[in-house]
Nanobody, 126 residues
């Protein structure tokens, strides 16, 4: 599976962005899809995930209530709608694909995902 993330950009605090992750090579419908982010000098951080087996979604506490993950299997695309953006959301965002049946305790771990996109940069100005 090859993943292509897009939709990043520069936005003012309080604004919105929708990130997209398009897959090629395999259908996304059988994969759990996750979004992670990384700030230079810091560890990669879990943002959100959607499990294919049951549609279960999960969000980090830092984005819960502001971010929505969704998938369009017909378009082989996963989205991350981000609202009320804050300067601390500034990071490079990566989409990733993993087993469709990742257990709940593993959903937030980057090691559970084995395909990764190249990242899209989000900058939120104050």
């Amino acid at each position: 599976v090859q993943l292509q993330a897009s939709g990043g950009g520069l936005v003012q605090a309080g604004g919105s962005l929708r990130l997209s992750c398009v897959a090629s090579g395999r259908t996304l419908s059988t994969y759990t899809m996750g979004w992670f982010r990384r700030v230079p000098g810091k560890e990669r951080e879990f943002v959100s995930t959607i499990r294919s087996s049951d549609g279960r979604t999960d969000y980090s506490d830092s984005v819960k209530g502001r971010v929505t993950i969704s998938r369009d299997n017909a378009k082989n695309t996963v989205y991350l709608q981000m609202n009320s953006l804050k300067p601390e959301d500034t990071a490079v965002y990566y989409c990733a694909a993993g087993n469709g049946h990742i257990i709940i305790s593993e959903l937030r771990r980057a090691e559970a995902y084995y395909y990764w996109g190249q990242g899209t940069e989000v900058t939120v100005s104050s």
